[in-house]
């Protein structure tokens, strides 16, 4: 089943769009005024593939933001966490360093709330190191060739942060490091949190001033969006994701391999041994890739080399740029999350590097224990003319919009 999103009616997209969605900022440091309650969902058990709606039979909330310190940099700077709460009772945390998302919390097929992605437990394990759970990645999400590209007839040297080898996330010191300027926004259908970053010229070795936004919302209709700006005072390329880790039994479950996932895909980039694509756009069809019709993650991840860790080539028609990207199914606990966005591409990896020495909650996260779905331009774009285009110039904007909604199953 495919439920339909609104990702220009109740969603804030940037500052720009505030008015539009009748959201307002909050100029005070405290919690943001209370939107208005959502209307009943119940219409959604009636339909044919027994997606339930458990928010028909709960009592609802005020939709909120709230506020509070997530602690202290080494250098004074505070970090602090935004939880959203909508009027069902689903909830989103992101805190400044990262622009990370830190937990989603959504029910299960009995209207039992769990916590569906993996975190640390304080500032300081992050700052200490993880594998970009929940981060806003940038400026270039996934990998880029030995960390060299040229645009304009310049040659551009990147950190080459992954095995010594590539260019993998922003570098040493990405978009995942900085703690981020926040502003909270509400509206009657929905309530989020803008994020800011400057980016100097030259940082990481990208050319051009910055200026990156994401906007997180949760909106009434159990839909979590992630919005994306940026701009450049010089040519530039950019490719912003998130890279949350998810496991929709809960984070402290076990293994993710029994999950059903379904990617509108018919194509995967192949890649070498440092996993660049080799530039071909292979069918899925008859190989371990295909999730073309649902498939459990692990029916067979072991004819991968590694697991999965493979950028998808996105079933778009003609004229069509937002659309349905994947959809994951739990069948323990019934929850579903399917994923909407505008990029070409999207990243399938499972949690191989995971091997217990990391934490959150008590719970040692081992190898499989969650994955990851980073919806983004192709990896190594710069340097491969035949993928879409990462270029920004002076006077354009980048953007990318994706959604998260969640639901069960019976």
């Avoid at 926004?185 to 989020?192: F, I, K, L, P, R």
Wanted: aromatic share 10%; with cysteine.
């Amino acid at each position: 089943m495919k439920r339909s999103c609104k990702p220009l009616v109740t969603i804030v997209i940037g500052a720009a769009m505030l008015a539009a969605t009748g959201c307002t900022t909050q100029s005070t440091s405290g919690p943001a005024t209370p939107g208005t309650t959502a209307s009943d969902n119940a219409a959604n058990n009636s339909d044919p593939d027994n997606t339930a709606d458990p928010t028909a039979t709960r009592s609802e909330t005020k939709m909120s933001v709230t506020k509070k310190s997530f602690g202290t940099m080494q250098d004074g700077t505070e970090v602090d966490e935004y939880t959203l709460t909508n009027d069902h009772g689903l909830k989103a945390t992101i805190i400044t360093y990262g622009a990370m998302l830190t937990s989603v919390e959504t029910p299960d097929r009995d209207g039992n709330f769990a916590r569906i992605t993996l975190f640390r437990d304080t500032l300081a394990d992050y700052v200490e190191g993880h594998p970009y759970f929940g981060c806003t990645v940038g400026r270039y999400a996934n990998r880029i060739a030995a960390g060299k590209f040229s645009l304009d007839g310049q040659d551009y040297t990147l950190a080459t942060n992954d095995s010594d080898l590539n260019h993998l996330h922003g570098g040493t010191k990405g978009f995942d490091k900085y703690v981020w300027t926040a502003e909270p926004v509400e509206g009657d259908q929905a309530v989020g949190v803008i994020f800011t970053h400057e980016s100097a010229d030259g940082e990481e070795g990208y050319p051009g001033k910055m200026t990156a936004q994401v906007t997180y919302t949760l909106d009434s209709d159990d839909q979590l969006t992630m919005s994306y700006e940026a701009t450049s005072d010089k040519t530039t390329i950019v490719n912003l994701t998130n890279h949350s880790y998810w496991n929709l039994a809960g984070f402290d479950s076990g293994d993710i391999l029994e999950h059903e996932v379904l990617l509108n895909a018919d194509k995967y980039l192949p890649v070498d041994e440092g996993l660049i694509p080799t530039g071909e756009l292979a069918p899925v069809k008859d190989t371990p890739m295909d999730f073309t019709q649902p498939k459990t993650i692990g029916a067979r991840i072991d004819q991968v080399e590694g697991g999965y860790d493979h950028c998808y080539a996105l079933n778009k028609s003609t004229g069509e740029v937002f659309s349905h990207a994947a959809t994951v199914f739990d069948s323990k606990s019934g929850r579903v999350m399917e994923i909407f966005t505008d990029q070409p591409g999207i990243q399938f990896y499972t949690g191989n590097f995971l091997d217990g020495t990391l934490s959150g909650g008590g719970t040692a996260f081992q190898k499989n224990a969650a994955f990851c779905l980073e919806t983004q331009v192709f990896p190594d774009a710069p340097n491969q003319p035949n993928f879409p285009s990462a270029v920004l110039k002076p006077g354009e904007t980048y953007t990318h919009l994706t959604i998260h909604t969640f639901s069960v199953r019976k």
